[in-house]
């Protein structure tokens, strides 16, 4: 409410002879001059100064300020509330609210604290930046009941945002879904911003790591995964967020979600071609697509590009879960993606492991030229112990073919092997040279097997 109608009610009441006159009277000239300039420094954003002369203004007993200015004298306790906030002084804000809501009900549209039930929505705000949760919640509720909805303008997108990250806090995941979806299928009429989405995401998958509940999370991903995928311009800006989120929940063992959230990360390839083609078939070439688009080939160029961390995420995501054939798929495509990456020694290490694996379990199966393959392919491009291990079985199982040149070839690998380490072994770990000497003596073996014509394999 604009100051001068404060006053111009309270004028009114004087000469109505509603108020002791005197007392009014001194009490309506200090009020004459704080509550203006109060107001002049709460537009002029000086808080400090603002909550100073509110804090004067405020300085009556309720019952007195209820004698002399009626609910309007809630207003000034609204506007202490505000700044308060302002200065994140959240513990005295929800008392300034309380009061405001409390001491002054409102008695009409004209006339009385127009702020009453909005501030039930400011006590909400306030005691959630004092993580007083449940507080929050009841007053939010309560807003959503009492509010005038004409006069109590608010941004839903928000509340309702706000509201449910206050059940995630509590651990309260259901009831928490309930008031994101709202905002999220509500988000073209609310509006609800991306900014707002992804922190109730944020708030989301904290609540389910705490409580171990990955299966909340994969569904309300499920349900919602396309107005969690935002078209270009929008996702870049959240594809560290979705990558720290999706790196979180592996971490806490709940790969799935891992690889749901991995999904909500922009694909920069697919990304990239979509915006060339949409600015080819725009003759104004909106800025924002090609900002989007010069930030995507600048991301590209960098030592940790987006496509490199999600490819490497969604790996270890899938090998966690035992699917070691497409977590050799993306580890392979990082190799022909990105072979200069910070990551491509630590990936061929993870990649040679799981093609052991893989050639392991075909072996196991009975698909021995498979296996063989496999085997071949870890030792003649892998790194780390395991491609000692590799070569090794390889070489067995090359040498056990029993076919025409395959014990001569089974030892020339090994002795392959053993000439492109040979300047390695220094700097191998103990673990890397016992695996190196395990392929030098089965060489030998064979070696002397092939000297002597010896038919049985070792």
Not at 38 to 57: I, R, V
Not at 199 to 209: H, K, M, P, S, Y
Request: proline fraction near 4%; charge should be neutral; charged fraction near 25%.
């Amino acid at each position: 409410m604009h100051v001068h109608r404060l006053l111009h009610v309270i004028r009114i009441s004087l000469s109505a002879g509603c108020f002791f006159a005197v007392a009014a009277a001194q009490d309506l000239d200090e009020l004459s001059s704080l509550v203006p300039e109060s107001l002049a420094a709460m537009k002029a954003e000086k808080w400090e100064d603002a909550l100073g002369l509110l804090t004067k203004t405020t300085a009556m007993r309720p019952e007195e300020a209820s004698r002399v200015f009626g609910p309007q004298y809630g207003v000034v306790w609204y506007r202490r509330g505000i700044c308060e906030m302002k200065l994140k002084r959240w513990d005295e804000a929800i008392r300034s609210f309380e009061t405001c809501y409390r001491d002054y009900p409102n008695r009409g549209p004209s006339g009385g604290n127009i702020y009453q039930t909005k501030a039930l929505l400011k006590w909400g705000e306030s005691a959630v930046g004092a993580k007083r949760w449940e507080i929050a919640i009841s007053r939010f509720r309560k807003f959503l009941v009492e509010r005038d909805k004409t006069r109590d303008k608010f941004q839903p997108g928000g509340f309702y945002v706000t509201l449910g990250a206050c059940h995630f806090r509590l651990g309260q995941i259901p009831e928490g879904n309930e008031q994101l979806e709202i905002a999220i299928r509500n988000r073209e009429t609310f509006p609800t911003t991306p900014d707002q989405i992804v922190a109730g995401i944020q708030a989301l998958v904290a609540a389910a790591i705490e409580g171990k509940n990955e299966a909340a999370l994969l569904d309300f991903i499920s349900s919602n995964q396309s107005a969690l995928s935002f078209e270009p311009q929008h996702a870049l800006a959240y594809a560290t967020v979705y990558l720290k989120l999706a790196s979180d929940a592996g971490a806490s063992g709940m790969h799935q979600a891992a690889l749901a959230l991995y999904q909500l990360v922009i694909d920069p390839e697919r990304a990239a071609t979509e915006l060339k083609g949409r600015l080819d078939s725009s003759g104004a070439k909106p800025p924002e697509l090609a900002a989007t688009l010069r930030q995507l080939e600048e991301n590209s160029r960098s030592e940790t590009p987006i496509g490199l961390l999600k490819l490497a995420g969604w790996a270890s995501s899938q090998e966690a879960l035992g699917n070691r054939q497409l977590a050799c798929e993306a580890r392979e495509r990082i190799v022909r993606d990105y072979p200069d990456s910070t990551l491509s020694e630590e990936n061929l290490l993870r990649l040679t492991s799981i093609r052991v694996g893989v050639a392991q379990a075909a072996e196991r199966e009975g698909r021995i030229e498979e296996a063989i393959s496999g085997f071949e392919k870890a030792w003649l491009e892998g790194r780390g112990r395991d491609v000692a291990v590799a070569t090794k079985r390889w070489m067995e199982l090359v040498w056990n073919r029993n076919l025409a040149g395959d014990r001569l070839s089974a030892c020339r690998g090994g002795l392959s092997y053993l000439e492109a380490t040979k300047e390695q072994e220094v700097e191998m770990s103990e673990q890397d040279r016992s695996a190196r000497d395990e392929v030098a003596r089965l060489v030998r073996s064979f070696q002397a097997r092939l000297t002597a014509k010896v038919e049985p394999a070792p």
